[in-house]
């Protein structure tokens, strides 16, 4: 029911508008038939002027009854009975030309074509698809009937058909765009009355709006004059502030009268809308305005390294203007070109006499307006898209008031980019400027209030004087607030906002300040500060481009970074995140919020730091520690080496003897004359055995070697440990099993293997050794192969190692042996061999030495290690399982 009742209600109103247009188009189609009926008479003349008085007196009827038609229209109010009312008008015309037809040539007559202009005609007035169907039926119908009724039933058939043809689909194209037309008028009237109701809707919410900021912006103002008004109070009473609370307060007031200011301009917007802004208009020289607002912005030009100059001519110009309205234009353009104007740049204000008219041209130096925001630069609430203009605080409405204003005074203000660089404003204000038109303001509470202001307007646009030396001050002072390391940098663009974060922070850390990007990334990386509070939209960038600086250096890898920001866009919070934020700030925001997020950030990067340094130490004693262990290795190698002194000489030694009986041999022979091949065969044998045992001994004595890892077979090692420990072995039963190791290879150091296996052999020795000549000794060694590993097992019927040093003789420097036979090094550089190689070396003693090892005899002392194996050409492994894991050590 309450979809239908609207549906109802636009049917209803589509039909009287649609009545409304057949009204209109009824009289349109009258006046033409006024128009066409009589001019007829030319083709009358022409084609048939034997029938020319019947045709006359047609017309002249015809005539008659359209003109009557047109005054009912004009003068009777028809309702819905214009539908019926135009079909009979039209079908008049059609009933005479039927007529004419009937008195002249019948179906050849030229009047034919009259009707077919008739029917199309009906599409102009509006005719629905069934009243267009029922008119070209009735003008078909009044067309035989002319024909028939002249001849009678002996006419041409084909005559007749060709015309009843061309009637008929004319008849049909004109009930088609009647259709269409209707169709199309009801939803242009659909589309026009819901573009209707939302224009109604638009307007409402731009009341509402109007009404809203007006009724904000005088509520505003009730608080903050209440808040003015004290703080200027207790200022006025310096001898009960201290200092540092004068300074806070006076902050607190600037930053009021700022927040009044914008304010204002909502005021000036609402009255701009409802056209109550009046001039309070006063004559004055242009020249001394100009020099008066100069004069109070040179200190801003100043503290930015920026020559402000004016060029006025000398003779006095006169102009008739609101004093306080065009000084508050002047003060913001001046001030946006000292704003968006590089350091050691010039801003030029000038005053030209034109015909008419006075130009105020203010031209700086800076980047310039893009050309696409040219022409929306003085809309409302619309910012330039470069990033000084979006750093820049406001809400847009300076440029679109200052236009208003100087439109009220009969001029026009325009803006153009420079042809090198900048750009320049130009105010051009009328000299004979009648204000007849705008009579002085009633003293109402926001135009007084805006007198009033006029004078402490530039207190509010820019600094003082001590202002920008306290800030001069500040800035040159940053990197020394505190001794030592910084740890907090403010980087902001807002003097005051940057200055209040710095005093309040200074007592807690060292902290430093800077304005834009460039100071910001400089003051980091000179002071390397542990957290850094970055505003988001700064004059020379976007706070995200330090951001990326500063994760990009690898110096500021600890470093914290908060960012300020006004704006709640989830969107940049998010980007900034993804580049390396550590915590957001959303202003406003409260000193104590900043300081327990500060001092956190602070103590995590401290940690982070400190974590960071000795993680880096750790690696470099680690590396140390490595460097030491190849040097413990080497020098347990090289004492085994000393100990092996004896037997690797008795190795040397028989060779060398044998070579030398050779060579004695030799000479006989020779003297004799006798065959010398075989001597000179074992001459080469002795040498060829001498040269192995070096290069054995090289091998195992250099630590370059040591540390490749080759495929080798494991029973060359065994041979050549024997060989070196062969004269401590000399006294004892060696019980070697040659076929436990053919066949067996590993992968790893051979050098060190060899280590591992003749320090072993050499402890078993010396264990035996100390039983006495009389004791028969025995070492046994044995190789077991367990799926792909090896295990290697050396053990003597010695003493063995008693139970309480059992679980420490693998630890680094500890030793059973007497002062001054080693460092207790051995089986801990053995155990971390093994370990290195994959895997792993267990101790067992008995020090009874009754236990048996594989029913070969009794035991002191069993180690065993195990290796990992590789596969071989000897084809050690069985399966493809044991293949594939041999596959994936290699």
């Known amino acids: ?245 004068g300074q806070t307060l006076t902050l607190v007031r600037k930053n009021a009268d700022r927040l009044r200011l914008l304010v204002d301009d909502l005021l000036d917007v609402v009255r701009l809308d409802h056209g109550v802004m009046r001039l309070d208009v006063e004559e004055v020289d242009a020249r001394e305005f100009l020099l008066q607002i100069i004069r109070t912005l040179q200190p801003m030009a100043e503290d930015r390294q920026i020559k402000l100059v004016a060029e006025l001519q000398t003779a006095p110009l006169d102009l008739r203007l609101d004093v306080a309205r065009v000084e508050r234009v002047l003060m913001n353009l001046i001030t946006n070109s000292l704003k968006f104007s590089p350091e050691k740049s010039t801003v030029r204000v000038q005053l030209e006499a034109r015909e008419r008219a006075a130009a105020i041209i203010v031209s700086d130096e800076g980047p310039g307006i893009p050309e696409a925001d040219r022409v929306q630069i003085f809309d409302r609430f619309f910012q330039a898209s470069n990033n000084r203009a979006r750093a820049s605080q406001g809400l847009g409405l300076g440029l679109a008031i200052a236009r208003e204003i100087v439109r009220s005074h009969g001029g026009e203000i325009e803006a153009h980019n420079n042809p090198v660089k900048g750009c320049r404003f130009v105010v051009t204000l009328p000299l004979e400027w009648d204000p007849a038109d705008h009579p002085p303001a009633s003293q109402t509470e926001d135009t007084a209030a805006t007198e009033r202001r006029t004078n402490r307007l530039t207190s509010r646009a820019v600094p003082s004087v001590e202002e920008v030396t306290a800030d001069a001050r500040a800035i040159a002072a940053a990197r020394v607030i505190k001794e030592g390391p910084q740890e907090l940098l403010v980087i902001d663009d807002e003097p005051d906002l940057r200055h209040y974060l710095v005093d309040s922070l200074q007592s807690e850390f060292a902290t430093a300040g800077a304005a834009t990007c460039a100071q910001g990334l400089a003051l980091a990386k000179e002071l390397k500060p542990a957290c850094i509070l970055l505003d988001l939209m700064l004059p020379d960038g976007s706070g995200l481009d330090v951001l990326k600086a500063v994760r990009a250096d690898a110096t500021l890898r600890d470093t914290k970074v908060v960012m300020l920001t006004a704006n709640l866009d989830e969107t940049i919070k998010i980007d900034a995140l993804r580049l390396g934020a550590d915590d957001f700030l959303s202003k406003p925001f409260g000193i104590t919020e900043v300081r327990t997020r500060v001092a956190g950030l602070v103590r995590s990067s401290h940690l982070q730091g400190l974590l960071r340094r000795e993680r880096e130490e750790l690696q470099q004693s680690l590396v140390r520690l490595r460097e030491t262990e190849v040097k413990l290795f080497q020098s347990e190698k090289m004492r085994g080496l000393g100990s092996l002194a004896a037997g690797l000489l008795h190795e040397i030694n028989n060779p060398v003897h044998y070579t030398l009986l050779a060579i004695r041999s030799l000479k006989k022979d020779l003297a004799a004359g006798r065959d010398t091949s075989e001597v000179v065969g074992d001459i080469e044998s002795g040498v060829t055995r001498v040269g192995q045992i070096l290069d054995e001994l090289r091998n195992f004595a250099y630590p370059e070697q040591a540390q490749l890892h080759t495929e080798f077979r494991l029973v060359d090692v065994v041979r050549t440990s024997l060989r070196f420990t062969s004269h401590a072995t000399r006294t004892i039963a060696l019980d070697v099993a040659d076929a436990d190791f053919e066949g067996l290879f590993v992968r790893g150091s051979q050098i060190q293997i060899g280590q591992v296996l003749v320090n072993l052999i050499t402890n078993s020795a010396t264990a035996i050794q100390k039983q006495g000549d009389k004791f028969s000794g025995q070492i046994t060694i044995r190789a077991r192969r367990v799926r792909d590993r090896v295990q290697v097992m050396v053990a003597d019927n010695g003493p063995g190692i008693p139970a309480a040093d059992l679980s420490r003789v693998l630890e680094p420097f500890y030793s059973t042996a007497a002062p001054g036979s080693g460092l207790g090094l051995g089986l801990s550089i053995c155990d971390t061999i093994i370990r290195n190689h994959g895997g792993s070396l267990v101790l067992t003693s008995n020090s009874l030495g009754n236990t048996e090892l594989n029913n070969s005899g009794p035991r002191g002392t069993e180690v065993s290690f195990d290796l990992p194996l590789v596969l071989s050409e000897g084809n050690l492994y069985e399966s493809s399982s044991h293949r594939e894991a041999d596959s994936v050590r290699r």
């Open 1 to 245: 029911m309450s979809d239908t009742a609207p549906q109802l209600d636009e049917l209803q109103a589509f039909e009287q508008a649609d009545l409304d247009l057949r009204l209109q188009r009824g009289k349109i189609g009258l006046i033409l038939g006024l128009f066409m009926m009589p001019a007829g008479i030319v083709l009358d003349l022409l084609f048939y002027p034997q029938f020319l008085w019947q045709l006359l007196t047609v017309r002249a009827l015809t005539t008659a009854v359209l003109a009557a038609g047109l005054v009912v229209m004009l003068w009777v109010p028809l309702g819905r009975k214009i539908r019926w009312a135009s079909l009979g008008l039209v079908l008049f015309p059609a009933l005479a030309i039927a007529l004419m037809i009937y008195l002249t040539d019948a179906e050849n007559s030229t009047y034919f074509v009259g009707l077919t202009l008739l029917m199309l005609l009906i599409q102009l007035l509006g005719f629905s698809a069934a009243e267009a169907a029922v008119y070209c039926g009735l003008v078909v119908v009044a067309y035989l009937a002319a024909i028939y009724g002249n001849h009678g039933f002996s006419v041409s058939g084909n005559h007749v058909a060709l015309g009843t043809f061309f009637l008929l689909a004319t008849s049909a194209v004109s009930v088609v765009v009647c259709h269409l037309n209707l169709r199309n008028r009801r939803t242009e009237f659909l589309l026009r009355r819901t573009l209707d109701e939302k224009n109604h809707q638009l307007e409402e919410l731009d009341r509402l709006r109007a009404g809203f900021l007006a009724n904000v912006s005088h509520e505003l103002r009730t608080p903050l004059s209440l808040i003015i008004a004290p703080i200027e109070e207790i200022l006025s009473t310096r001898q009960t502030v201290t200092p540092q609370m």
